[in-house]
């Protein structure tokens, strides 16, 4: 199951330009675990509201943290973008699998980083489903795989989405709403 | 690999033939779709699955964090000495703390009348902000005079040690219609009776010039009982009593009105559109107005029709459908009168 991650979706990419974004994204794997930490103390300390649970403001924590570090080099924010959504995928389908072995009473499988329950028990299934069926569309489309990519794991808007992948907003907008209703399709069947 | 480019170039030619369609007004859909496909029935099938699945709701129109689960085992070892502190010498905090609209709620014991309450704080962010902390308690007040049956009712409200503000209210076991409809379209027989106890808690509010302005099915827990109560007046302010300054748009862009989204004057007749939004939402599963980002929102909101109930769900009752679409009219004058006379629509003859 884990094989799911290294299927072409995460991997291929406009602006991840083959080489070295595997290690990119290694490298970012850490500081986005750290804020995805954060957040979830800050909803326990209830102290904020919703506005720093977005996804956007997790990435962009990232970034600010991460902009200055030697180890990492992008070539631009928006690259910087692009790559933080495919760790945050990651990240959380690692999340799910881990849920659904311990749930099926499997060894447990080493986490990459630790051991934090990340994804809810509830939400890890519809959140494997939903990364499957982002592989299938990346094989008839990965453009749509993409944005999706970029917009629901990396919390991004249609404006960043656009500069990441190197298109235009009207395509990314289109291509949303078609990958929206083939994932609704998908997913019911 | 012929497999899969023959997928790829089949899914282009329903790609593109799906954005024209798409595109057009709803009532226009259909004739489109019937004319793009033909005598193709296997297209024409695959285009009509796609728009239905295009107008239903969608796990990607969450936020992905929204699958995070917030534990304490989560949340690291640093853990907030929120458990068992005292609040007002009075309430002893049970869990843990939920984020919410414009504050944070907990669990927590009355230990005065030894009662499970919910207390809702002021967010800290917001403490210094002095217009906010007054909304906070013309909230309290405003919902304090109120005695509904769907209106979450208020027992108090103090300063924690820590200059937090608190009102305290009763905790209800139940889940919001939020909930409900995650898990697809209501029965409408709960529909109706959700949507009437709503109106008959909004008319005893704006009867005393409360408006909500924040109706919205997050905002309405039913309680394992079956009775509805309308949460979270922390938009709500007196009619007349003009706190909200200029621009200031609260609530949630899905269910603001046209005249919300433009930051203009509003008054009862807004909580009546947000209404029908979420009936819209209740009997289809689907929000009426919708855009990829707030701003086309607002212009769906503003501009567009919703699509027909009745092409989303055949056995909603004409009548009903009418008093949603009366609830969703552009214009605030052409929605129903009141909450109350809606209520009386919805109880029927």
């Known amino acids: 199951m884990a094989d799911t991650l290294e299927q072409p979706g995460p991997k291929a990419g406009a602006t991840t330009k083959g080489q070295g974004s595997r290690a990119a994204i290694d490298a970012i794997l850490p500081a986005i675990y750290d804020e995805l930490r954060r957040i979830a103390h800050f909803r326990l300390r209830a102290e904020q509201t919703g506005h720093t649970l977005e996804t956007t403001g997790l990435v962009h924590e990232a970034y600010i943290r991460l902009a200055g570090s030697e180890r990492l080099e992008f070539e631009s924010r928006a690259h910087f973008l692009a790559i933080a959504a495919q760790a945050m995928r990651h990240i959380l389908i690692d999340s799910a699998l881990t849920r659904r072995t311990q749930k099926r009473g499997g060894g447990l499988r080493p986490l990459t980083i630790d051991d934090l329950p990340i994804v809810a028990e509830t939400r890890s299934e519809e959140l494997i489903a939903l990364d499957e069926a982002l592989v299938r569309l990346s094989v008839i489309n990965e453009r749509q795989a993409k944005v999706v990519e970029c917009r629901y794991f990396g919390g991004m808007n249609i404006d960043d989405t656009a500069l990441a992948l190197g298109i235009s907003t009207a395509t990314v907008k289109r291509d949303w709403m078609l990958a929206r209703a083939w994932l609704n399709l998908e997913l019911r069947k | ?349």
Not at chain 2, 210 to 220: E, G, Q
């Open chain 2, 1 to 349: 690999m012929s497999e899969a480019s023959d997928a790829s170039r089949d899914w282009e030619r329903l790609s593109e033939a799906l954005a024209l369609i798409i595109e057009l007004p709803s009532s226009e859909q259909e004739d489109k779709l019937a004319s793009i496909a033909g005598s193709d029935g296997v297209m024409r099938a695959e285009l009509e699955a796609l728009l239905r699945a295009h107008h239903a709701a969608s796990a990607l129109d969450a936020p992905v964090l929204d699958v995070l689960s917030i534990s304490r085992e989560s949340a690291g070892a640093t853990l907030p000495a929120w458990s068992d502190e005292v609040i007002g010498a009075r309430y002893r905090v049970l869990a843990d703390a939920v984020g919410g609209g414009h504050g944070v709620v907990v669990k927590a014991l009355d230990e005065r009348l030894d009662r499970v309450v919910a207390l809702k704080f002021l967010s800290s962010h917001l403490l210094e902000n002095a217009v906010a902390r007054e909304r906070f308690k013309v909230e309290a007040r405003a919902i304090a005079s109120l005695d509904h049956p769907n209106v979450c009712a208020i027992y108090d409200m103090g300063d924690a040690s820590d200059d937090r503000f608190f009102i305290s209210m009763p905790y209800y076991h139940g889940e919001t219609i939020a909930a409900k409809i995650a898990r697809g379209p209501l029965a409408i027989d709960d529909a109706v009776s959700y949507a009437l106890q709503t109106a008959r808690g909004m008319a005893a509010a704006h009867a005393r010039g409360i408006i909500h302005r924040d109706i919205k099915p997050a905002n309405l827990i039913v309680t394992t009982d079956g009775v509805v109560k309308i949460l979270d007046f922390g938009v709500a302010k007196l009619s007349g009593n003009a706190m909200t300054a200029p621009g200031f748009t609260p609530g949630t862009i899905s269910y603001m009105s046209p005249e919300q989204t433009r930051a203009e004057t509003t008054y009862t007749s807004t909580d009546i559109w947000s209404l029908g939004v979420v009936m819209y939402e209740m009997l289809t599963g689907a929000k009426p107005f919708r855009g990829a980002e707030a701003r086309e929102v607002a212009e769906a909101i503003c501009a567009e029709e919703p699509r027909a109930i009745s092409e989303l769900r055949a056995d909603v009752p004409g009548a009903l459908e009418r008093l949603v679409m009366d609830a969703l009219a552009k214009m605030p004058e052409k929605r129903p009168v009141s909450a109350k006379r809606l209520a009386e629509s919805l109880e029927g003859p």
